[in-house]
Every structure is written in C-alpha cells, then in structure tokens.
C-alpha cells in the first residue's frame, strides 16, 4: 500500500474518539438507563410494526446498551453499527411520524434531532469502519499473520 492510501494516525484517533463519544454517550444516556429501568420503561415504549413494547425496548437496550459497548470496543463494528443505524432509524421514525415531533429543535418543543444526529453519525461511521485502533483491527492482523505465515507440523 502507497503512503498515500495508507490512513494517518490521526484519522485513526479521531474513528477512535468517535466510537467512544457516540458510543459512550448512547450507552450511559439512552443504553444503561433503558436496561436498568426496563419494566417501568416498557410500560411506556412503543409498540411498533406489530412487535410488543417489551420486545421493541429489548431491542433498543440490544443496540443501545451492548452494541454501544462492541462500538467502543471496535469489535463486530460494522455489525454493532448497522444495530446502532437500524434503532436510530426507528427512533427519527417515531419522533416524526407517530409522536408528530419537528426534526430539528426549537426552545420549548421536542424534536427528532438527537436521534438524527446519533443516525447520521454511525452512518459516517459504518462507512468509515472502525480504524486501525480497534479490537476489528487487531483481529484482522492476527487472522492475516497466520495466513501469511501457516504454523508447520
């Protein structure tokens, strides 16, 4: 690989301080207070495309608690993320089209931003991949070293 096509390390350290900000901020905001409160938050979740609130709440704590965790980690990145992009889907959805809500705040009125912000991040982020300070990264050189140099019996 040229020097050119090779990312820098600052490129890596800023994939790195977005897997742990966005990934961070979902898991102590959204993930952990979801799963710890998880009967009184079901009472109040949607139930959505004919799944039970329960069910829809259990996969939302799935990509907000544990699939925050693998994004700070940069461990199945790709496949935390799509989790991460599918749940913030579906919370732009609810926030426009069930609750009525504007996609952008204004003082005083509740908005769809918040998710739309998260959603187009990991969206950047899927595309990007994780970088080079991952676990996905130390797994991939581990799995090329051993291709590259097979142990002999």
């Known amino acids: 690989m040229s020097q050119e096509n090779t990312p820098k390390l600052s490129t890596d350290m800023a994939l790195l301080l977005a897997r742990i900000a966005f990934g961070g901020s979902m898991l102590i905001a959204h993930?952990?207070?979801?799963?710890?409160?998880?009967?009184?938050?079901?009472?109040?979740?949607?139930?959505?495309?004919?799944?039970?609130?329960?069910?829809?709440?259990?996969?939302?704590?799935?990509?907000?608690?544990?699939?925050?965790?693998?994004?700070?980690?940069?461990?199945?990145?790709?496949?935390?993320?799509?989790?991460?992009?599918?749940?913030?889907?579906?919370?732009?959805?609810?926030?426009l089209f069930i609750f009525q809500r504007q996609l952008f705040d204004s003082p005083g009125k509740p908005s769809a931003e918040l998710a739309f912000i998260y959603l187009m991040t990991y969206v950047v982020l899927i595309i990007l991949g994780p970088g080079r300070v991952s676990l996905d990264a130390v797994i991939s050189k581990k799995r090329a070293h051993k291709k590259d140099n097979p142990k002999k019996k």
């Open 31 to 95: 993930g952990w207070p979801k799963l710890q409160n998880f009967s009184t938050v079901s009472e109040k979740f949607p139930a959505l495309f004919g799944l039970s609130s329960s069910i829809c709440l259990g996969l939302a704590v799935f990509a907000e608690f544990f699939c925050a965790i693998l994004l700070i980690l940069g461990l199945v990145s790709r496949f935390a993320l799509s989790q991460l992009i599918i749940t913030m889907s579906v919370g732009v959805y609810v926030n």
